[in-house]
C-alpha cells in the first residue's frame, strides 16, 4: 500500500465553512459555555469552534481526545447543512406531525 503522504499533490487542510452569525454563531458558544446535558453536542461543538478558530485537525483531535477522522466527519457533516435547508426540514417534520396529530414523543393528540 503506498503512502499518501509521501508524494504528490497536497490536498487541502479541512476547515469549517464560515458560520451564520445569527444561529450559529452564537449558538455553539452557548453550548460550550453552559456545558450541555450532551457530551457529543459538547464535543462537537468545541471541534466547530476549533475549527473556525483557525486550528487544524490534528490539533482539535488532539483537544477533544477524538481520532482525527471523527473531527474531519464533523466539519465535513457542518460544512454540508446550511440553515435554511435545516429550517426547511424542521417546518416540514412539524407539518406532518400536526397533520397526523401526533405530538413530539409520538403520542397521540388528546381530542376533547
Known amino acids: 500500500m503506498s503512502?499518501?503522504?509521501a508524494g504528490g499533490a497536497a490536498t487541502e487542510p479541512v476547515r469549517v465553512r464560515r458560520m451564520t452569525?445569527?444561529?450559529e454563531g452564537q449558538r455553539l458558544p452557548q453550548i460550550?459555555?453552559?456545558g450541555s446535558t450532551?457530551?457529543?453536542r459538547y464535543r462537537r461543538a468545541m471541534m466547530l469552534l476549533a475549527s473556525a478558530g483557525g486550528n487544524r485537525v490534528p490539533v482539535i483531535a488532539q483537544l477533544v481526545q477524538a481520532d482525527e477522522d471523527t473531527v474531519r466527519d464533523v466539519i465535513h457533516r457542518f460544512n454540508a447543512r446550511h440553515p435554511d435547508?435545516?429550517?426547511a426540514h424542521r417546518r416540514e417534520?412539524?407539518?406532518t406531525r400536526s397533520e397526523k396529530g401526533v405530538r413530539w414523543g409520538g403520542r397521540p393528540m388528546k381530542v376533547a
Request: hydrophobic content about 35%; proline content about 6%; cysteine-free.
Open 3 to 5: 503512502d499518501p503522504t
Open 21 to 23: 452569525d445569527r444561529q
Open 32 to 34: 460550550v459555555r453552559r
Open 38 to 40: 450532551s457530551s457529543v
Open 85 to 87: 435547508v435545516l429550517a
Open 93 to 95: 417534520r412539524a407539518r
